[in-house]
């Protein structure tokens, strides 16, 4: 989905954009893009719920988390970037925090999938938020199916 296409869609969204009052170092771009191009290849992301196993998507989150901290350390200072990388490995920790919780295994099956479902739609949303920063802040464009993370509210455009 192009960058553009995000920034006619979304509301509600409080990052700058780039032109003539600002226009983002090529090293941030390239970062932001490197981090959606990752993100785009993670299906806990995106697939169906009824796809998805709890173990799976825990190890996924964790490995998405991992990056995201390994992107922080390469910043140079853009705090726009760090705090969408940051809020986005907030999401993770606590979707770990509460699937990954020993209490949850404990759970009867219907739970435990009820559970999953539900924080993995406060993952997403998290993320799609964030998403949605970086591609209208940095001119990045976004895989459909990451953009699909994307609350867009502004779909009678469509």
């Known amino acids: 989905m192009k960058f553009k296409r995000i920034l006619q869609s979304v509301t509600g969204i409080s990052a700058p954009i780039f032109g003539i009052q600002w226009t983002p170092p090529q090293w941030a771009s390239d970062l932001a893009e490197e981090t959606l191009v990752y993100l785009s ?11 998805e196993d709890a173990g799976h998507c825990i190890q996924s989150v964790i490995n998405i988390r991992n990056h995201l901290g390994s992107q922080r350390q390469k910043l140079q200072g853009n705090k726009e970037l760090d ?15 509460y699937v990954g919780h020993p209490k949850f295994s404990g759970f009867e099956k219907p739970i435990q999938d009820s559970v999953l479902e539900n924080e993995l739609q406060r993952l997403r949303s998290s993320i799609g938020k964030q998403v949605a920063t970086l591609s209208i802040s940095f001119g990045v464009d976004v895989e459909d199916e ?13």
């Open 83 to 97: 705090k969408s990388l940051a809020a986005m490995q907030r999401a993770c920790r606590r979707f770990v925090d």
């Open 41 to 51: 290849d993670k299906r806990v992301l995106f697939n169906r719920f009824d796809m």
């Open 146 to 158: 990451l953009a699909s993370t994307i609350t867009f509210n502004n779909l009678d455009n469509a």
